[in-house]
């Protein structure tokens, strides 16, 4: 059985995990592996654990950068920390951002941060069992959280 990691942060004002969980389940039979760590900085060794000692095909990283400048850099270094792993490790691991000045209040915010998480446990789905789907949807403007913008015609 495949088995997805969830790297998670207690940082996060909005239970991503959770949610990417709850969407996971509603569309395949796999296994669950979820670590959580307090920051976002915390997430590149969270995935590399989940998938060398706790075998993950596949690994999510949720995560909530603030809004203030020292966040932004937080969250350049956490992704750079994530592209490493994923070269390390061979294995695609999906960063879920959500920017805490994405959305003007909390309840915009936990909206977005709902709805990206789920969008992209739908693609971990799909990198997992459907592929084709994924190309089928090639250069169509998705956008994970908001409305997809389409394909831009010539
Ligand atoms: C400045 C800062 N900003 C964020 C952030 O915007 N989002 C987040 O999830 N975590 C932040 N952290 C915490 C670090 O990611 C990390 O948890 C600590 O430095 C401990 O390793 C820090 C220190």
Redesign the pocket.
Known sequence: MAKVGIAD????RYDMGKAAIDEIKRNSSVKIERYT???????PVACKKLIDERHCDIVMAL??????P??????H??SMGIIICQLMTNKHIIEVFVH?DEAPDGRELAALMDKRAREHALNVVRLLFDQRSLERQAGTGQRQGYEDVGPARI
């Open positions: 942060t207690t940082f996060a760590v307090p920051g976002i900085k915390d997430l995560g909530m950068p603030g809004s203030k020292v966040d932004k850099t937080c969250a270094e956490a805490e």
